[in-house]
């Protein structure tokens, strides 16, 4: 009788045991794609950043993210920063260096419904800049911009494969703060803006797919579980059944 009581109690452990790996990381897990970009800038609005500057960076995106539009053609996804997931925007530009800082921006626009002309990519970081408030030299933003021929994207989710050969124009900006000069009611005035630079992407590969688990639902399905079993432990205990 007592061993009959034990093998319930023992069977009840293996039943929660087995929900709770159920519900584990690989039925609850997002997929964080990863990217890596290269080039030099060809254009830009100040002499801190010169033509010829070399930049490289990369670019972290959910491929499950909750598309924040309801149209078939054009998805649009914000990653608020910082976040607990492995969301990010990166890079560097000659000597200076930007780590985005308040939000990742992604949106695809995937027009071969409506037959227009491309389709395109467009990931954008922002900063509030290295310092508050921002000094001369310190990089607020970055974004990456492909553009392809019409049916590039099949839908306006997240893609998980991106080929530079696929797009006609890769491009990169960004923007930097500076001293400039303009003329404000004829008189020359000299501050500290944005001062936007461009550059033309010549090299864009994957660098991982991460799968990592959704901590909410684990933990309070592994909280549940445990406390189930601590149920049946006292009733064992209390009652003999």
Not at 105 to 109: A, C, E, K, P
Not at 151 to 156: E, G, I, K, P, R
Not at 165 to 169: E, G, I, V
């Given at each position: 009788?007592?061993?009959?009581?034990?093998?319930?109690?023992i069977i009840a452990v293996a039943v929660v045991a087995s929900s709770l790996a159920a519900t584990g990381p690989a039925a609850n897990a997002a997929q964080y794609i990863t990217f890596a970009f290269s080039g030099v800038v060809d254009?830009?609005?100040?002499?801190?950043?010169?033509?010829g500057t070399p930049f490289s960076g990369t670019f972290t995106y959910d491929l499950d993210a909750f598309d924040a539009i309801d149209d078939p053609i054009l998805g649009a996804y914000s990653f608020p920063l910082p976040g607990s997931a492995p969301v990010g925007f990166a890079y560097t530009l000659g000597v200076r260096s930007f780590i985005a800082s308040e939000s990742v921006?992604?949106?695809?626009?995937d027009y071969s419904e409506d037959h227009s002309e491309f389709d395109s990519f467009l990931e954008d970081s922002f900063n509030i800049g290295g310092s508050s408030p921002g000094l001369e030299g310190d990089l607020i933003d970055g974004s990456v911009d492909l553009i392809g021929p019409v049916?590039?994207?099949?839908?306006?989710r997240p893609p998980g494969t991106l080929e530079l050969?696929?797009?006609?124009?890769g491009g990169?900006?960004?923007t930097i703060l500076a001293t400039f000069t303009e003329l404000i009611r004829g008189r020359p005035v000299t501050r500290v803006g944005e001062r936007i630079f461009t550059g033309s992407i010549e090299s864009l590969t994957l660098v991982s797919i991460v799968s990592t688990p959704e901590p909410s639902g684990v933990v309070?399905?592994?909280t549940g579980g445990l406390a189930t079993l601590g149920s049946l432990v006292r009733r064992y205990r209390v009652t003999g059944r």
């Open positions: 009788m007592v061993l009959s009581r034990f093998l319930r109690l254009d830009s609005q100040t002499s801190l950043v010169t033509e921006d992604l949106s695809i626009l049916s590039t994207f099949s839908t306006d050969s696929a797009f006609a124009f990169f900006s960004g309070l399905l592994g």
